[in-house]
């Protein structure tokens, strides 16, 4: 078909015009609030984010390696390591470590509490109070700062999660972690952890993990659940989470040391047999645990410690002020209110008296009035 160089300029202004239309229109009902995602997460990058992750266990278990490990840093530089007397007259302590981290431009205010002295004395009667004493205060803490007149710029120590480090050793749950996990299990996310992974055998490993499933079922012991996952996230990520449900508890290694395994240097632990390589899925679930508590649920510990934990100690503070204040039954005032006295006898017919007078002086005054009138 042939066209004339005028045809062909109609056509094209009117395909233009078309398409302007289509813009147009588009344009017109396009609102722009799908970019709220992009504005929040503008704000979030702005403002920081922070979390505290609390570690508990005996000493001796890795805890230190393995935070280090974890966010590739390190938290105990001037460390003092005690000898076995101090250790013994050593009572359960809280220290605290903040240091800020930066990756890709996303800023994280780290806080590693730690518990040292926990498990180490002969009698660990109540050992956990001093830990629940201090998530107690941090709630209290946020709760003061909440109720406050300045609310913008609230600093959050909540305790969002506890990794609690189970020795490898015995054959179970000891009488001490069911207790300690008893006690923080309404107060913290209490994620449990086979230390020092490296000691057993894979098949002495599925068998201490599913010997601790079970203790903790049999004892009614909340420990952290993953949320299920949405209908439409895809597979992979699926998949992922039930591995991460089924791992649990975690066996994990810690190594701060970096060594040559076939030809790479990797972090993991040189042996006279071999190497324990950490990043390694096949050697421990450290992957497994850096991926669930940094990667994939970090801000869902948040969330269940802030609508959770701290809500339910939120109301319990509430119900009981409130409490407080119906018991008081007086309210006070700031102007004495003085009691009213009851009259006596005499004074009672002084004023009968008084009221008949004062009626028989309005009739007499009647009176003279209408005669005045008369006249």
Request: with cysteine; net charge negative.
């Amino acid at each position: 078909m042939f066209l004339s160089p005028a045809g062909k300029q109609t056509i094209r202004a009117f395909v233009n015009v078309r398409l302007y239309s289509k813009a147009f229109l588009k344009e017109k009902e396009y609102v722009g609030f799908a970019t709220l995602p992009n504005q929040v997460h503008r704000k979030s990058v702005k403002k920081g984010f922070d979390f505290t992750l609390m570690v508990a266990g005996e000493s001796g278990l890795g805890k230190s390696t393995l935070v280090n490990s974890l966010f590739l840093t390190d938290l105990h530089k001037d460390r003092k390591l005690l000898n076995a007397e101090e250790r013994i007259s050593q009572t359960v302590e809280i220290t605290k470590h903040t240091v800020d981290i930066e990756e890709k431009g996303v800023k994280l205010k780290l806080t590693i509490v730690d518990t040292p002295g926990f498990g180490d004395a002969v009698n660990n009667t109540e050992c956990w109070r001093p830990v629940t004493d201090y998530i107690n205060l941090q709630f209290e803490q946020y709760f003061r700062d909440e109720s406050g007149l300045n609310r913008k710029n609230i600093q959050d120590n909540r305790v969002h999660c506890c990794l609690y480090f189970i020795p490898p050793f015995g054959h179970g749950l000891r009488p001490v972690d069911i207790e300690f996990m008893k006690a923080l299990q309404d107060k913290v996310n209490v994620v449990p952890l086979i230390a020092k992974a490296d000691c057993l055998t894979p098949t002495e490993i599925k068998k201490l993990k599913e010997r601790l499933r079970e203790e903790i079922d049999k004892y009614g012991i909340k420990i952290y659940q993953f949320p299920d996952c949405d209908s439409d996230e895809d597979e992979e990520f699926k998949q992922q989470d039930k591995e991460l449900k089924e791992s649990t508890p975690f066996a994990v290694i810690g190594s701060n040391t970096v060594v040559e395994a076939r030809g790479q240097r990797v972090r993991g632990r040189l042996y006279p047999w071999g190497i324990v390589e950490v990043e390694n899925p096949s050697h421990c679930d450290f992957v497994k645990l850096r991926t669930m508590l940094i990667r994939t649920h970090m801000h869902d510990l948040k969330d269940i410690t802030s609508d959770g934990h701290y809500e339910n100690y939120r109301a319990q503070c509430i119900q009981t002020m409130t409490s407080k204040m119906n018991a008081d039954k007086r309210v006070e005032s700031p102007i004495p209110i003085l009691p009213l006295s009851t009259p006596d006898v005499e004074t009672e017919k002084l004023i009968k008296m008084k009221d008949e007078e004062i009626v028989n002086n309005a009739q007499q005054q009647v009176l003279h009035n209408q005669d005045a009138d008369v006249n």
